[in-house]
């Protein structure tokens, strides 16, 4: 296990080094202004190196890879597609239509291979809530669903990387408790392709000098990865956790995407239209530093995860589970909305009120 520890570890820091390199001659980074308020151009090359340190494995070492003879060859065509529509987007600014289409795309090629939401278990009882075709259409959504909350996360120093390890290590234990040794070596070796990319991320190495961000790109590959390994221990003849349990480990991702989709409706707005009311954009507007912000949503995530674990290691009912799931996805809208009233987005604010005078000032053929 060491070995395969120093390997994926050595492969990810290889290709962010490399990746950051080229990633400044050809543009592929972010640059400040607007809602972004870093300093200087970073290479936008997490991503890469997290997809990269996979594909090694799955070269060199697959008997390393989660059932090797099925499902891993079309998951690592769909993170390729994924990771190419991310570059290119982070590059160019891609409109929401290829990213949705090739999202889409990505959950096709694993749904052909028979990997899919088949049951979403005993939620409503004694009887098991078997989807049937439907369930083609339910993965296709929850495809979109953790793309996206993972890619929300992303907007402080070491969050997504940190979210990210936080939930992988909740699907390690649930593996682990469950005798899948395999899935939960996978898990730990994605923890540790993320690291790398958290040491240059926060400062740990040549502190702001060698800042890289994770990109569309890093986002959409671990969104999927996390709904790819959730799939296979809550589906098919060999699953090791209830589905139920799988929206417990990703609660806090899937908490503030939803929430901050029914903001943007609200308001009139469309649901990917940006703005700065995230979590983690209020947490800080609260008073909490960058790192506190990090500190507080990871360890949301470890406990929220760990809740719905504790829930299924009593063989609570999957219905109790969701109800209980449910009336704190309630608890936290509710305080969510809160915290941002308390602590709006002035800028956004009084932006709105610019645009609202300026509006009035202009003219029009009834005066």
């Not at 990633?23 to 400040?32: F, M, N, R």
């Not at 390729?80 to 795309?105: E, K, T």
């Not at 052909?112 to 083609?136: F, K, S």
């Not at 219905?319 to 608890?331: E, H, M, N, Q, R």
Request: charged share 15%; with cysteine.
């Amino acid at each position: 296990m060491s070995k395969e520890v120093i390997i994926m570890f050595l492969t990810a820091m290889t290709a962010l080094l490399i990746a950051r390199q080229l990633a400044l001659k050809c543009g592929l980074v972010d640059k400040p202004g607007g809602r972004k308020q870093h300093k200087g151009e970073i290479p936008l090359v997490g991503g890469i190196s997290f997809y990269s340190a996979i594909v090694v494995f799955f070269l060199f070492w697959p008997e390393v890879l989660p059932y090797t003879e099925t499902h891993f060859l079309p998951y690592l065509v769909s993170i390729s597609l994924l990771l190419f529509v991310g570059i290119a987007d982070d590059r160019f600014d891609l409109p929401v239509i290829p990213r949705v289409f090739i999202q889409a795309l990505s959950a096709a090629v694993i749904m052909v291979d028979g990997l899919y939401l088949q049951t979403l278990g005993h939620v409503l009882g004694g009887n098991e809530l078997v989807l049937g075709p439907v369930g083609y259409l339910v993965t296709l959504f929850a495809t979109w669903a953790a793309i996206n909350a993972f890619n929300m996360v992303d907007g402080v120093d070491g969050l997504l990387g940190s979210v990210a390890s936080a939930t992988f290590a909740a699907l390690m234990v649930v593996f682990l408790l469950a005798g899948s040794h395999l899935l939960a070596t996978w898990c730990f070796l994605m923890i540790v392709a993320l690291i790398p990319y958290l040491m240059f991320n926060m400062g740990l190495i040549g502190k702001k000098r060698f800042k890289v961000f994770m990109g569309d790109a890093g986002s959409m590959v671990i969104g999927f990865t996390m709904l790819w390994l959730v799939m296979l221990g809550s589906q098919g003849g060999e699953a090791v956790m209830a589905p139920v349990t799988a929206l417990w480990v990703i609660a806090l991702p899937l908490m503030d995407m939803v929430t901050i989709m029914v903001r943007r409706l609200r308001r009139g707005h469309s649901p990917f239209h940006p703005d700065r009311d995230h979590l983690h954009h209020i947490l800080m507007r609260s008073g909490l530093t960058g790192r506190q912000t990090v500190l507080v949503m990871t360890l949301l995530t470890a406990v929220f995860a760990g809740f719905g674990i504790v829930l299924s290691q009593l063989d609570v009912a999957e219905w109790f589970s969701l109800a209980v799931f449910l009336g704190l996805f309630t608890g936290y809208l509710v305080v969510n909305n809160k915290l941002q009233k308390r602590n709006p987005d002035l800028r956004a604010k009084i932006g709105q009120q610019y645009n609202v005078a300026a509006s009035a000032d202009i003219p029009t053929g009834n005066q």
